[in-house]
């Protein structure tokens, strides 16, 4: 796996990698020379006095503590909010309030909740480095200095009103506050240092997540060249990932590793189906949430929709009807006539097929975006391989006379199609004239 690639490491992210390596002091030093020269940046507070808690001086921490959550919710930061109420908890403050407070704000019942609104931006932090005042501190001296820094902190008037607007944020704002403020309570934290691995492809799914604050990578091992990985996205704070797992019990499809020192959300699929027993909208919720992240990532990414002009894909997946598959179960036969097409969405598939002795050969397994049955659709053929759900997958399934149709809309798919066609058909000739041996490192439909 290749090293994540820094964006730009600021002190204060410095500041939690010193506090992860256990140098709290030198952490302290830095995260309070930012809060001197921002006093404004809830960030470095929250740091602030996550520090004084962990070096014993616990006695501006809870008023730092709702301070800073009612400031990271004027901003529609909800994970920052999520982390300072559980640092409020172990301060011995009331997390329950805490949340029921973000709740209200979030919930798709909340006053402030607008459509319209957007996420604040914190002030931008200045570009400072510990002074020599803060770097010569250490011990009582040092901890007298960074309370100072919290009274103050405390007496600031936040730059924006408490009847600040905050954005419907995906999935928490479908929730009423009362079951949002449930399902934030089975939140646990994760701090990650850099270069630290949150989730490791092909390894089972247990967990969704919420980025409060960092950035990571997402990476996608190359089949074809091990040790090297594909970088397909870059996640920053607010970002919820993993949730496609705990819906469609797959394997995670990518890895995602830590760029700088990052504070990750966790909730398992254990709680989140007890939850659901108690209340059926949360089930509901994140269904329709991973059905969109679902279609999104297709339209993105899908080899045979980009045939399509952007603003035509819509239509086109509206064709398609959504099927699925339970572990074993097969989506096409060999030798099935009749002409289906099959998109894969979620999940992974294996295509099978008979070598020139008869026995079974798996010929590729394929994931997302990938399509499988165009051979007979296209070249008018039976089915050439046993396409079979390796584990639960999802499925966007397409009927001869509604590909008929699709084609006269957008003939730009009939070529693509053709094309992947064709291709493939040239590489099942070949790989079944051949020993099994010789199939395992071939890509095939």
Request: aromatic share 4%; net charge negative.
């Amino acid at each position: 796996m290749t090293e994540p690639k820094a964006l730009g490491v600021s002190e204060l992210d410095r500041a939690h990698g010193l506090r992860l390596a256990d140098d709290r002091e030198g952490a302290l030093r830095l995260a309070a020379a930012t809060l001197e020269a921002s006093p404004d940046d809830t960030g470095a507070a929250y740091l602030v006095a996550r520090l004084l808690w962990e070096l014993k001086r616990p006695s501006l921490v809870q008023a730092t503590c709702m301070r800073a959550i009612e400031r990271f919710v004027r901003r529609a930061d909800l994970g920052s909010a999520c982390v300072s109420a559980l640092l409020l908890q172990e301060a011995g403050g009331d997390r329950t309030a805490a949340l029921a407070r973000i709740a209200r704000a979030f919930g798709s019942d909340g006053s402030l909740v607008s459509d319209k609104a957007s996420i604040s931006p914190p002030p931008l932090p200045a570009r400072t480095l510990a002074t020599a005042a803060w770097a010569a501190r250490s011990g009582e001296p040092l901890l007298t200095a960074a309370e100072q820094l919290l009274v103050r902190f405390s007496g600031t008037e936040d730059s924006l009103p408490e009847t600040t607007p905050v954005p419907r944020l995906p999935l928490f704002g479908a929730l009423e506050s009362k079951l949002l403020a449930q399902l934030l309570a089975l939140f646990v934290l994760r701090e990650l240092g850099t270069g630290q691995m949150v989730m490791r492809q092909g390894e089972d799914g247990r967990e969704a997540y919420l980025l409060a604050r960092g950035v990571l990578n997402v990476l996608r091992e190359d089949v074809q060249t091990p040790g090297q990985a594909l970088l397909l996205a870059v996640l920053g704070p607010g970002a919820l990932f993993g949730e496609m797992a705990l819906v469609s019990q797959a394997p995670r499809a990518a890895s995602v590793v830590s760029v700088e020192p990052a504070q990750v959300l966790a909730v398992g699929r254990a709680q989140l189906e007890l939850l659901a027993r108690e209340d059926a909208a949360i089930a509901r919720e994140l269904g329709a949430f991973c059905n969109r992240r679902m279609l999104t990532n297709l339209l993105r990414h899908s080899r045979i929709l980009s045939a399509v002009a952007p603003s035509q894909r819509h239509e086109l997946i509206s064709r398609f009807s959504t099927r699925s598959f339970a572990p074993g179960e097969l989506l096409l036969s060999h030798g099935e006539e009749g002409g289906r097409l099959f998109l894969v969405a979620s999940g992974l598939v294996e295509v099978r097929s008979p070598d020139a002795s008869g026995d079974a050969v798996v010929l590729a397994q394929l994931g997302a975006g990938e399509v499988v049955g165009e051979i007979s659709l296209v070249l008018r053929r039976p089915a050439t391989a046993d396409v079979a759900a390796v584990h639960r997958t999802v499925a966007l399934e397409l009927t001869w006379t509604d590909f008929h149709d699709a084609i006269k809309e957008h003939p730009g798919l009939l070529a693509q199609l053709y094309e992947i066609a064709t291709q493939r058909e040239a590489e099942l000739r070949s790989v079944v004239a051949q020993e099994a041996r010789d199939i395992s490192d071939t890509v095939l439909l």
